[in-house]
């Protein structure tokens, strides 16, 4: 009998054996049920943004009032709002009841005044307000309660309209005419344009083209003098570009796929589109090319007048992005100087620079100290007058420069000590560098939008882990005047929501703090060992942790952690925000991004007991697709499971301007070493590929390629391609790419079975 028992007990043993093997393989993997994925689900953006009562107030400024309306989710549903300053009061703008029921009078739907489906609203007075509607335009008049058809024409677009009203430009076989309103004549100005080398034109960054040879889309651009008696325009070349091509399967009346095609450069090309600079002078029937300033056209021209109509300013970049020049072009006869050169030996970002132009002077962003500051310039010599800031922290952002009393507001970050390095401030400066003045001293967030007239703004205050509060300040003194409202986070409390958790670690060099946040389920159970997903996006431009509660609520992050995952977004090296030197960690090193999310991870893991590292993932899409993938290949001892959509694995396939900055000109041997493509056989673990099939911003080749290197390489890995998707899927409003995301971590990170066919988020 004890033989028999123990026998029993052995091929007990065995089963329990192989079934523990076999769940570990998935083949009895408990199946995940409907309600997970509904708790997922409710943080869609879509969804959530309805669950949060005040989250925030995005102020619309009444023209020549004292007041401003905004628009928010309430318990009674979708409402708007009218704040009057003066009354320091803010009340319901209307009878959302009443508005309904008018609506309702007028039209045979069924008006639902929890959500006014009303769009484009504008208060010409507290009482008297305009909107479109099912494509027309009404007037309500909340006072007598009436709602009647616009009677206001609209404007006829004045699109190559002259100031003075005298003349129209526009083109005709790729050259530019002028047509006199006053006498009908036509002269054309200019002679020498043809297909493909065609004068006021622009090129857009997604106009695709149909086939080969197709039209592509009609633009139209210039630029007329303050007198009317000038014109900036631009050639657009085409003849030496070469273009990217897509296939599009997804059209349900084709049965063959249709080829589009679009100019895009990538690193290193000559063979691009190109614009250049032309000046006609209507007097004199001159036009005058300016060949020394032709540009890529992913670089751009942007010119502006000045107030005397004799010369055109603007900033230009020299290929590579080492180095800007703001420029003074004479419109007479093309020359042109420079009244401000910034130079690095990395990068001069083309999209964070600050320009303020006055009367004598103007005011521009530099980096060269080390962190981004503000200089002050004589505006005929250039020569600088005043460095206006300094000091270890970054100017994010100009808002008003007061000429008169000669006033600067200004955001900056990482200037008050102790507190989270990203959270902006709003400042002000006297313009002979002194009397620097913090106008809001909370330690928060503060998102600042300003009034029309700059004497108050708004001020929406808050940290993932603390609910906004929406004030009204006096710009002046940054005084709060009321509180405008304050988020009700009632229905998340009662569901047991659990604030987003920040916190810091060293980076890979072993002294700089960096920062990140973590992601707990509403369930969370600090007894247990939960699996980790790394969300990333490592791109210099930007720091995307999570920095505001409506950022880390509404982001992609809570929604994961639902699914029983601990969710951490790391702000590393190499991102943006924390200075040059922070910053330039990234400079022909955009592959070792994730690496300080390894680091952080690690040191995390030793404060918390909860964090099981044997168990981690990574996704990320665009630049943050590539991140993914690379730190599969990078760490592959790491990661386990990762989730790579619309990457660019391999810079060199990638759009010019943005790798030609942070990855460097010209293309040298370190786009090779950290590409995707050419590290396939690295990796380990479990890995989805997905992308668009008609992206245009970032071509689905580089993932073809990198999909056939994985093949090569005798990798398993899973692929998917969304037919007729562009660049935007899997977004926080949630799609049919969020559940197979879900999904591929589900099963190979939790170990757990997905429940097919789940469509929750429409």
Known sequence: MDKMHAFTKKIQ????????????????????????????????????????????????????????????YTQDGKKF??????????????????????????????????????????????????????NKNWVYDKENNTLKPSVEQKQENPNGISPDGKW?????????????????????????????????????????????VGNRLERFFVSWSPDSKKLFTQIVDFRLAEKMYLLDFSQDEKFRPELLSYYRGSPGDTTVVYYLPVIFDIENKKETVIQALKAPHFMGLNFRWNGNSNKLEGM?????????DFIE???????????????????????????????????????????????????????????????????????????????????????????????????????????????????????????????FFVDNLSKVDQPTSSVLRELETGKVIMEISRADISNLTRRGYQFPRPFSARAKDGKTEIHGVYFLPADFDPGKRYPVIDYTYTGPHTAITPKTFKAAVMGLQQSFAEL???????????????????????????GDGTTDHVLAIRELAEKVSFLDIDRV?????????????????????FYKVGVASAGDHDHRMEKAWWPEMYMGYPVGGFYHDQ???????????????????????????????????????????????????????????????????????????????PLLHYNGWN
């Not at 526009?170 to 002028?178: A, Q």
């Not at 004549?185 to 006021?200: C, I, M, P, T």
């Open 13 to 72: 043993k065995g089963l329990l054996i192989v079934y523990s093997f076999l769940m570990a393989q998935g083949v009895y993997a408990q199946q995940v049920s409907e309600d997970v994925y509904r708790n997922a689900a409710y943080f869609l953006s879509d969804n959530i943004q309805k669950e949060i009562f005040h989250l925030e107030v995005v102020p619309n400024w009444v023209e020549g009032q004292n007041a401003f309306w905004h628009q928010t």
């Open 81 to 134: 709002f009218y704040t009057d300053v003066s009354k320091q009061v803010t009340g319901e703008a209307f009878d959302h009841r009443s508005l309904a029921a008018l609506m309702g009078e007028v039209s045979i739907l069924d008006i639902n005044d929890r959500d006014l489906p009303i769009h484009g609203l504008k208060f010409h007075s507290a009482s008297r307000i305009s909107f479109t509607w099912d």
């Open 168 to 212: 129209r430009a526009f083109t005709k076989d790729f050259n530019l005419y002028l047509e006199n309103l006053e006498t009908g004549k036509v002269e054309q100005l200019s002679h020498h344009g043809k297909r493909d080398f065609e004068y006021a034109s622009s090129y857009g960054w997604s106009d695709l083209i149909k086939g080969e």
């Open 316 to 324: 230009v970049f020299q290929r590579g992005y080492k180095q800007m």
């Open 329 to 455: 072009i004479n419109a007479i006869d093309g020359s042109f100087k420079s009244l401000f050169t910034d130079r690095s030996d990395t990068f001069v970002e083309n999209t964070q620079l600050f320009l303020e132009i006055g009367k004598d002077r103007f005011i521009i962003s530099s980096e060269k100290s080390g962190y981004k500051h503000l200089y002050l310039i004589d505006r005929s010599s250039g020569n600088l007058l005043r460095q206006l800031t300094s000091g270890n922290f970054v100017v994010t952002k100009i808002h008003h420069w007061d000429e008169k009393q000669d006033w600067l507001y200004f955001e900056a970050t990482g200037r008050e000590k102790g507190r989270n390095p990203y959270y902006p401030h709003l400042y002000k400066i006297k313009l002979n560098g002194t009397e620097m003045t913090l106008l809001t001293p909370e330690d928060a967030f503060h998102d600042i939008q300003f009034s029309k007239e700059r004497y």
């Open 564 to 590: 029983g995952f601990v969710v951490v977004t790391v702000d590393g090296l190499g991102t943006a925000g924390r200075g040059k030197v922070f910053q330039n960690f990234s400079y022909k090193n955009l």
């Open 617 to 637: 993932g990574i996704f990320g899409h665009s630049a943050g697709g590539y991140d993914a993938a690379r730190a599969m290949l990078l760490h592959p001892d």
């Open 675 to 753: 590409s995707n493509v050419t590290n396939a056989a690295n990796l380990k673990g479990r890995l989805l590929l997905a992308h668009g099939a008609i992206d245009e911003n970032v071509n689905p080749s580089a993932t073809y390629k990198f999909a056939e290197a994985l093949v090569n390489a005798g990798k398993d890995f899973d692929l998917f391609i969304w037919p007729s998707r562009n660049h935007s899927f899997g977004r926080t409003n949630g799609d049919y790419f969020t559940k197979k995301r879900w999904d591929y971590f589900i099963q190979h990170l939790l170990g757990k079975e």
